[in-house]
Structures are given as C-alpha cells and as structure tokens.
C-alpha cells in the first residue's frame, strides 16, 4: 500500500475496500484526510477526495499528490487558515478529537475516517470564499463610466474598483501604470440615475466634489455594488472593517484610502511579510485605531511600532509572551488592549506612553503588578482580571495616586498586604471576585464606594463607610460585615448565601438603602427599621429563620418583597394598606394562615402583581382578601388547604390541570415508571426537552435523558431524536460504563452537524442496565452529564447527587481550565460573553474552551433507591435537593411528582423553561415480573403465585366498559404530561400473535449463541408550540386571555377536595397500599374497588387493570394518542366524580361494582352459646365449596389461553 504523496486518492462515492481496512488496522497512525473542493462549501460537490495517509505526513506531501500550491484548514465551519507545509494534516485531526475527549486510539481512526466530522474540522485544496464576504473586501469590473453630473463628457469603458473607502477609476489598458482617479465616499452619496438603466452616480464630500456615473450591465451588479457602497458612504468616520475574512494580507488597492482612520482586522490570519502584510500598514497616513486581535501572531511586529499616529492599539488574544521595546515609540496611544496572552512582565519604555489611560492586562500570567504602572500618570483602571497573582501589596495601590478602578477577578489572592498606615482616596471601584480571600480589611480605602467580593471564603469584611454606595459580597462565609462609619451614600446591599446572624445595624441605619438582598442566611427577625424604611424598594429575605414581621407604623415605599422559606405565621395586619407600592410578593414555604386584608373593589389602591403563596396553611377564608388586587396577574396558590376557589372572584384565570394519575404505560417494566412536565414559564418557547425509554432494547433496560438549550430549541430536539440510538450503538462496542458513555456525548456532538457550530444544549443520560458480568446480579445506574442538567437519587429518603455542575462558578477546577486555554470570561461570568458552562454539546465554535466530555458515573442500584429526578438549571436554582425529595417522595404517581417539583420551582420564583423528570424505582427481590405464555414464574422464595393473569376475557365487561369510556374521555397534551413508552398500536389481529417470553432481573432470559440488539422506540416530550404544547392537540382554556402565546394572567391553585365531594370511607381503604395525603400532593386522590368473573374482592390501584391491559399490542391504540412530534400522551383520567358517573355502565361489573360496606350496627352478630355451632356449619360450607371449585374451573376452562385485549 503506497503513501499519500502518490495520488493514492479516492473518490468520494468510492468506499473502503478490504485492502484499506487491513492497511489501517495494522497501525493506528494511519488514517484518512477529506480534502473538499472550493465550492464544497455552498455546494454539494463531486470534487471531494478520501486521502490515505500517516500521523506523520506532511502537507507539502498531500498537495503534491492533489496537484495544488496549498492546504487550507478550516475549524467549525468558521475562518479558512493555510496550513504550513511542514504541518501534518492527520496529526491535526487526532490532536482535535483527543482534545474532545477521545481516548483510545483505534477510536480516534474510526472517528477521524467519519465524514460527519467535516462540520468541526474540515481540509480544502483551494481557499474558499463566499462572494458577500468578496463583496465586502473588494468589488471590481469593467463597465461604462462618464466623469462629471453634466454631459459634457463621453461615456469610456473603465476599471472600476470599490475598495475600502474610495472608489477607483483607471484604464483597462494602463490599470496599473496609468493615471487613476480617487474619488472618496466617506460622508458623499451614491444615488440612482434614473435616464440610464441599471446605473450608480458616486459623488464625493465638500464643497468641490466629483461625480462618476457608472453603467452596470445586470441588475445583480447594480444591486451589489449599490448595497456596498451606500454602507461606506453612511459613515461618520472612515472605518474599514474585515474582521473575520481569513485574510493573510489586506487587499492592495486598499492603501488607496489614505483617508482610513480606523482598521479592523480582528480573526483573521495576518502575516508580516508580503505586498499586504502587517508591515506594511504603516503606509496609512491617518491611522489612528488598529484591531489586530485573534491573529495567532506570536510577536509584535516592530514596523507597527512606527505608525505614530495611533491612539487605539488591539493585540489581544494573540499568544504574545513579551512585548518589544519599541512600544514606547507610540507617544499617542491612549488605549492599549494585552488581554488573552502570556505576558509576565512589561518593558520600561511603556513607561514613555504618558497619554495612556486605558491598559489591558487580564488574563494573562503575571504574578504581581506591573512596576512601570506607576509611570503611566494617566492610567485610571488597573485591569489585571485572569492572572497568577497570590498576594496583592496595598501600598502600590498608594504609590498609584492615579488608579480609580481595580479589577482583580479570577487570581489567586489569598490576602492583603499593608505597609503603612496611611489611607489611600483614589481607588473609588474594586473587584475581587472568584479568589480565596478568607478576611478583608479594607478601611484604609476612605474613597472606596463599589466593592464585588462574591464567592471568596471570607469570614470577615471591614470597610470604610465614607463614600460606600454599592456592596456585593454574596457565597462567603461571612459572620461579621463591619463598616465604619454608617454609610449614608449606600444603595445597594447584597451579602446573600452567608452566615449573618442578623441585619446590621449600619445597614438599618443607611437612610438612601434601595436594595438589600441578605438571602440564605441565619437571620431569625427582620428589624422594624429595615421594614419600614423609607427608602427601601426591593427587600430580599428568604431562606432564613424570620418568625415574625414588625408592624407597620406608616406606608413604606417598598416594591418588591421575597419572604420565601422562613417560618412565618402571620403578616401584618396593615400590610397592604401600607405597602401600597409593592408588585411583588413571595412567602411561599412558610406557615401562614391567613392573609392580610385589603380594600375590595375600586376602592383598593393595590398594584400588586406577583403573589406567591404556596406551601403554607391558607384556607378558603383567604379568597375574599384576594379580590383587593385588581392587577393581579401570577397567583401561585398550591400546596395548601383550601377546599374550593370560585373562579369569579378574579376575571382572568389560567388554573393548572390536574395531572392524570397514570404515570407511565404498559409496556414499561415494573421496574421503573416515570413522569415528566415541562413548563415555558413566561417566555414564549419551551427550549426543554426530554428522552424516555422504559423499555430499551427490547431488555429490561431503561434510558432517561433531558436537555436544556437555554434559549434555543433546535438542539434539544437534535439531542432527543439521536441520543439513544447512539448510546445503543456504543453500548454494543464497549461494556465499560465510563467509555460508552463518554463516546456517546462525544458521538451526539459530532452528530449535531452545521446546527451545533454556534449553538449549546446542556443535557444528562441516565442509563439503567444489568452488569454486564453478572446478568442475574442487580441493576446499575451510569449517569454522564454537561452543563447545568442534574440528576439526584432518592435513597432511603435522601438526595444523593449524580451529576455535576459545569459552570464557572460552580465548577472552579473548570475555571481554571478556561483561563490556562485564555478564554476572555466577562465581568457575567461567561466565557467569550457567550455562556456560563465549559462543558456542553455543541457551540463548537468555542472549542476548546467549551469541550463536550461528559462526567460519568456509576451506582448500583439498591432496594433503598425509592426515585431518580432529573431537571434542568432553572429547576435546581429554585428548589434545593432535599426539599424536592421530601415533597414528591411519598407519591406514588410519578406525573404528579414531576409536575409538583415544577410548581414549586415556579412558586418560589422561576420564571424560565422549567422541566422535571421523576422515575419511581421499584428494585427488590420482589419485582419478578417475568411471562411464560401467561404463566407466572416462581418467585425469589420459590412460592409460584395464585393470582391469574391479568388479560381479561369477554365476560368479564372489562372490555365493553373501555369503549365507552374511551367515547367519553378525551387525550390531553399539556406541558407536564407524561411522555409514555408504548409502541404504535398494531391492531386487534396482533393480539392473536404469540409475544416473547418477558423475564425480570431476578429470572433472566439465558444467553443464546447469537444476541443482537434491537433499537426501540423513544418517548419524547412535546415542546413544539410556543408554550411547549403541540399545535394539533391545544385546547382553548375557558377562562383564558391570551396574547399571542402569553397568558395575561397565570394561577396555580391546587385545591385539596373538592366541595361536593364526598370522602373516600375508611373502609374502602382496608387492606390497601397506604395512598399519600391530599396535603402533600397537592390534588385529589381516589382508590376504587373492583371486582370481575376473574377475580373479586382485590383492591387494585386507580389503573392497574389498565397498564395490564396496555401490555397487550392489540390495546396500545386504545390508550395513547400519537403526537405530530412522536410523543404519545397517556389517557387522562378524569378527577371529576360527577364526569366520572355519567361515564359509568349500566352493567355492574369491571371498575364500579365496589363491595358493599357493611355499617357497624347492620353487621351480624352471633351469641356467644351459639358460637361453637356457627363455626362447624360455616367450616362445611368452606370444605363442600372447595369440592365443587376444581369442577368448575375444569368446565369453564378454554382449550387454549390467548393474549388478547378481548
């Protein structure tokens, strides 16, 4: 097999033959290149090679062997760079998916061979551009030209040539030698001369300007070059802009706008040498700003030293390790950006740039501040965010009179050092976040009015009180803030997520205080002069201990009010009637039991729009106090004790559906069920979407997956559609948890395509299986997940977290990974601007900062695992692990337990796509739930069980009582149904058709010589429409004011029992699975005996004859309605009584033919004399029935058993 380098090529239509297979196998330095034509990139294209090659193979070899000049390489669809010849091409591309996350080497083979991985990386034989990016660089053509707005002079066939910001008009014959007219469009115009078909005038500034009509033979040409040129003419400033062209040089005719003030060059490829290069940008005259940023240029170019009259300089990003000492040549640069590089120092001849005032060193590795700093008088922000420094000398501060603004973000600060005693009064703005600081003492700063000092370990804080206007010390763990003296300038105050004890003085005296956040704290009261302080607007105190709220002597002037999870009973009497501006209020998770009152009618003057009052102890003596707040427009209401809420009392309504309380379908294992809501909260898209497969490959396996786009929705639905296909094909390659499903996120990303170069989705896979070695053993859960989608495991009532967050701030080792790879991470904590997390799927454009390797991880799976809950980053900002084990744990409907977790994440204040996934685990040794042609298998004790299948017969009325509930009910698809696992409907005829043998974890099926995996279908949830719900299936609510997709007016009211209900007696219950209390889930719940030929007096749940009669093919028809989007949403059941009886057969038999339930005074009771003789006779009746029963069933019994729904 020869090398590349031989024109070794094949087509692209061409496959591997045996002989190339074998030649790479027999090393893993082999491989393959796709090499793409120029036009590959609009087009599809015939002119694609599948290039043969070695690790080790130089690009100087493959173009030989093309028959090109050069190799060009592109990364994410993005900029278009020439390889070197000394490059190797297939190097490269391992180097690249190691970085992803690939290990093994025989993998890396396969996957560079992969031709999906052209939208990642990418090699062309030719530079490929599109024409709007020539358009914008340079237009050129020959066309018919008159100089002048009279007619005075002849129209001539000329070149015309539109380059930066002049129009060229020259000679065809002499273009290069002849004389060439300049006209200049900066602040000119370019209209359309109407006596002439498809023709420009250009017409220069001033008062002595030129004119050139120019004659365009097609209407295409006009349009473009009448677009182009009427962006330049609409400047202010002669401004050029090619950024991001993969320009190696500028174009030549560009040095004919002497009269360019501004160039960026920003993204592209920039050499020194050449005609165009950097060192020749000092040939503009009236230059005074140059972006060169993120031009991989090593070095500083000297030549760009000498253009004096620069005044904005843009080197960032450019892996400078020093900068040369003819810096200090540009007396006039007033703004130099270093960001992004590998300095660790500077020269001394900065120190001659007395005009700068704007110095960007972040993100670099400096270990100290600069000394030449001190030079630079002018300077008024030190900007070192990103370094290596550990300890920061506060006496430089000093000597640096001229510094007002300190940025310091992302070092290593441990603590601070004092040489003297003296107070520094210019340093007026600090940042000090994401370092280890555990004390701060910063009262020698009299000046200092803006502190950010979030998420250090400060125990600690002291500062001057002076000139203090804003504080920002949230995630610490603070115990004392001490500011002298009391700051009378402060307006804003947050110091959540600390261990304050209580508000501090100084604060409740801050006469101008408008924000105080002191969230997630220890405080045990709020002070009455915080509460009615006349400045205050925004209060935020939940999570806390507050039992009580002070009085209300005089109206306050507060807006908003967070009083979530403390342990208050009562509001003031007086709120309302005080607080009259307040828009916002939340006090869910409390103990109230009674709301304030407030005027009703016209007569109120509340604006309260936002009221929050779940989990707390209202009843219907509340209702009247809510009609006194006519812009009322969310009203969360669950989780309390009301009995009845009229709809009349507010105009506008959007009251939840209760959820049905059948969570998963039939042919889920028993195993496991699960139950998903997905809410759009108030944005107008659902960009949350989740994958669900109780039954994968055709195993007693399951997949569960959600996916998170933040704001878009298209990768979600990608994720959804192909993940489980891909963890299916990877689990059949490899048995070891961390690789399969590593290789599996790594897969989906590559599989992502064009759609994952600018976009992300975080998402988490859990995957339960049996292990690989042990068939009969228990099962394990694996788990891998990016970005901020978590999983957490209920065990023995408690949250064991799975997943981890990958997120700047949540994540420092991830932090510190960015800053090595210098990714610029902005004062929001984002990297690039762009996102928060490192890792996630898709938005390959940020690579290899944002990578897509997944944390995996791997439980086994015991009895004490009650439920597995997954959720996206809204849902775990709002609601803590422990609290959303406790609320759902004793749910048996595992829907209901999805959608509770979401309401109450929108009840303490999410207003983003909020989704939730609830799988209920059923592991033990009592979970056989193995089929041998309707026959039950003995258990683990050996006990073979009595009870009969539970596939009805004819007789029974099972059956005929479906249809006619099936007529009389209705399928929903609301946001939080639960995504079901059932297969398409096949029909009656199929239930003739024998099924497979099902067997449990503890009876396994026994291995054949041959097993193939069979992929089966997914469940997917329904975000199609703008509110998460499918076009086809919504429902107008009665009641409802919509605008577009917006509803005007949302509440979340889950009342208790209904008020013509009547309780379920408490003799219904005897004998049956202990039901959670109406209080906890938040909705009614009903238990129905039934009874049939089959089998009478059990007690079954509200659906258990149906999931049996859903395993059934022939009834999967009748039980779900098969969505537009795939998803397939379980009948709902109605929670209306009186619905419920309208829909009930005339025939006694099936779902209503309850046992009767004997009054305690109606019982028949039996003497004690005859006692003994009562017991003989009915012990002879039991013997003479036992007789006659095997006759019975011998006569009544079918030749032959069928699975069937009929």
């Not at 699960?674 to 898209?685: P, T, V």
């Not at 006659?1188 to 032959?1200: G, W, Y």
Request: contains cysteine.
């Amino acid at each position: 097999m020869k090398r590349n380098g031989s024109r070794n090529c094949l087509n692209r239509r061409s496959r591997f033959g045996s002989r190339e297979r074998d030649w790479l196998k027999e090393d893993v330095g082999r491989g393959c290149v796709y090499i793409y034509g120029a036009d590959s990139a609009t087009s599809t294209s015939s002119d694609l090679h599948l290039v043969l090659c070695k690790v080790d193979t130089l690009a100087s070899e493959i173009c030989d062997g093309e028959g090109r000049e050069n190799l060009y390489l592109q990364l994410h669809g993005d900029l278009v760079r020439r390889l070197e010849p000394t490059e190797k091409p297939l190097q490269i591309v391992y180097e690249y998916l190691a970085g992803l996350g690939f290990e093994d080497l025989v993998r890396i083979q396969e996957e560079a061979a992969n031709s999906d991985l052209s939208c990642m990386i990418r090699f062309y034989n030719e530079k490929p551009c599109q024409v709007e990016q020539l358009d914008r660089i340079l237009l050129s053509g020959v066309y018919n030209v008159r100089k002048g707005k009279t007619q005075l002079h002849k129209w001539a066939e000329r070149l015309v040539i539109l380059c930066g910001t002049c129009l060229i008009v020259s000679s065809v014959k002499d273009c290069h030698t002849g004389k060439m007219h300049i006209l200049p469009l900066v602040g000119g115009k370019v209209e359309e001369v109407k006596r002439r078909q498809h023709s420009l005038a250009f017409s220069s500034a001033g008062a002595q300007a030129q004119t050139y009509h120019v004659c365009f033979e097609t209407l295409s040409e006009y349009q473009r070059w009448h677009r182009q040129a009427s962006t330049v003419v609409s400047q202010r400033l002669s401004t050029v802009d090619l950024s991001c062209y993969s320009l190696e040089e500028v174009p030549e005719h560009l040095f004919y706008s002497q009269d360019i003030t501004y160039l960026n060059l920003r993204h592209n490829f920039m050499r020194l040498d050449g005609s165009g290069g950097l060192d020749s940008l000092c040939r503009f005259s009236q230059l005074k700003g140059l972006n060169l940023s993120h031009n991989m240029l090593g070095e500083l170019p000297i030549l760009l030293c000498e253009i004096s009259t620069l005044t904005e300089l843009n080197i960032s990003c450019n892996g400078l390790h020093h900068l040369p000492s003819q810096i200090g040549n540009l007396f006039n640069l007033q703004t130099l950006c270093l960001d992004g590089n590998f300095l660790t120092s500077l020269p001394e001849e900065l120190g001659n740039l007395q005009q700068l005032c704007s110095l960007g060193l972040s993100f670099n590795n400096f270990s100290e501040v600069p000394v030449v700093c001190e030079k630079l008088t002018t300077l008024d922000k030190l900007a070192m965010a990103g370094n290596q420094l550990e300890t920061l000398n506060l006496g430089v501060l000093n000597r640096m009179s001229h510094i007002r603004y300190v940025d310091l973000r992302l070092n290593h600060l441990r603590r601070l050092s004092v040489d003297s005693l003296e107070g520094n009064k210019s340093v007026t703005h600090m940042d000090l976040r994401d370092n280890q600081l555990t004390d701060l003492d910063l009262s020698f700063l009299g000046c200092l009015e803006q502190l950010h000092c979030e998420r250090n370990q400060l125990r600690e804080l002291t500062l001057s009180g002076f000139s203090l206007r804003a504080l920002y010390a949230n995630t610490n763990c603070l115990m004392t803030v001490n500011v002298y003296p009391v700051p009378s300038l402060l307006t804003c105050l947050e110091i959540s997520r600390n261990q304050l004890l209580c508000i501090p003085d100084w604060a409740c005296e801050a006469k101008k205080l408008e924000v105080l956040d002191m969230s997630y704290n220890l405080l045990t009261e709020l002070p009455s002069r915080t509460l009615s302080s006349l400045s205050l607007r925004k209060l935020m105190v939940g999570h806390n201990h507050v039992q009580s709220l002070p009085p209300l002597l005089e109206h306050i002037p507060l807006e908003v009010l967070d009083l979530q999870h403390n342990l208050i009973t009562e509001l003031p009497e007086m709120f309302f009637l005080k607080a009259r501006n307040l828009r916002y209020l939340n006090v869910s998770a409390n103990s109230l039991e009674s709301l304030p009152s407030v005027c009703p009618g016209e007569e109120s003057l509340s604006v309260l729009q936002l009221l929050y009052l779940t989990n707390n102890n209202l009843t219907d003596l509340c209702i009247p106090d809510l009609v006194g707040h006519p812009d009322l427009r969310v009203l969360h209401l669950a989780n309390n004790q009301l009995q009845t809420f009229p709809a009349s009392h507010i105009s506008t309504l959007k009251i939840d559906a209760k959820p049905s309380l059948t969570a998963d379908s039939a042919l889920s294992s028993t195993l496991w069920n699960h139950g998903l809501a997905e809410m759009a909260g108030q944005r107008n898209k659902l960009c949350v979407s989740a994958l669900a497969l109780g039954s994968f490959a055709d195993s007693v396996e399951a997949v569960y997956g959600m996916f998170d786009g933040d704001k878009n929705e298209e990768l979600p639905r990608l994720l959804q559609c192909t993940m489980a296909d891909v963890l299916l094909e990877e689990v059949q390659q490899s048995n070891i948890d961390s690789v399969f499903m590593s290789n599996t996120f790594l897969v989906s990303h590559r599989k992502l395509g064009m759609a994952g170069q600018k976009l992300g989705s975080s998402a988490v896979l859990c995957y339960i299986r049996h292990d690989a070695t042990d068939l009969a053993g228990s099962f394990t859960l694996t788990l891998a997940n990016v970005g901020t989608c978590q999983a957490i495991l209920c065990r023995s009532g408690k949250p064991l977290p799975l997943s981890k967050v990958f997120s700047l701030e949540q994540y420092p080792e991830e932090a510190r990974r960015v800053k090595v790879q210098k990714a610029i991470i902005t004062e929001d904590n984002k990297v690039n601007g762009v996102t928060c997390c490192t890792r996630m799927l898709g938005c390959t454009y940020l690579h290899p900062w944002i990578l897509p390797k997944p944390h995996v991880y791997s439980i086994p799976l015991t009895v004490e695992d009650e439920m597995l809950l997954l959720g996206n980053k809204a849902l775990w900002e709002h609601l803590s692990y422990t609290e959303a084990v406790t609320a759902v744990r004793h749910l048996h409907d595992p829907l209901a337990a999805a959608k509770k977790v979401c309401t109450l994440a929108q009840s303490y204040g999410c207003q983003d796509n909020v989704g939730a996934m609830v799988v209920c685990l059923n592991i033990g040794e009592d979970s056989c739930t193995c089929e041998v042609h309707g026959l039950t298998l003995p258990g683990p004790g050996g006990v073979i069980s009595t009870a009969k299948p539970a596939t009805p017969s004819s007789s029974s009325g099972i059956a005929s009582e479906f249809s006619s509930e099936l007529s009389a009910s209705e399928v929903s698809s609301e946001v939080g149904s639960t995504a079901s696992d059932e297969h398409s409907g096949a029909g009656l005829d199929a239930g003739l058709v024998p099924r497979p043998e099902r067997r449990c974890s503890l009876h396994p099926v026994p291995p054949s010589s041959i097993f193939q995996r069979q992929p089966s279908c997914a469940t997917f949830s329904s975000n199609q429409s703008d509110n998460g719900l499918d076009s086809d299936d919504e429902q107008p609510v009665e009641g409802v004011m919509t605008n577009g997709s917006k509803v005007e007016v949302e509440v979340d009211i889950h009342c208790c029992q209904g008020k013509s209900l009547e309780p379920v007696p408490p003799g219904a219950e005897e004998g049956s699975p202990a039901a959670g209390s109406e209080d906890d889930s938040g909705g009614l719940f009903f238990r129905i005996w039934r009874q049939n030929s089959m089998n009478s007096n059990i007690l079954l749940a509200g659906t258990k004859e149906r999931c049996e009669l859903q395993k059934s093919p022939s009834t999967c028809c009748l039980y779900g309605k098969k969505l537009s989007n795939g998803s397939i949403v379980p009948l709902e059941e109605s929670l209306n009584l009186i619905e419920v009886a309208t829909e009930v057969p005339k025939k006694k038999t099936g779902y209503f033919a309850a046992p009767t339930q004997l009054e305690p005074e109606d019982r028949f009771v039996v003497p004690p004399d005859l006692e003994e003789e009562v017991k003989e006779q009915i012990k002879q009746h039991h013997e003479s029935g036992a007789e006659q029963e095997p006759s019975e069933k011998a006569a009544m019994a079918p030749p032959d058993e069928f699975d069937t729904a009929l």
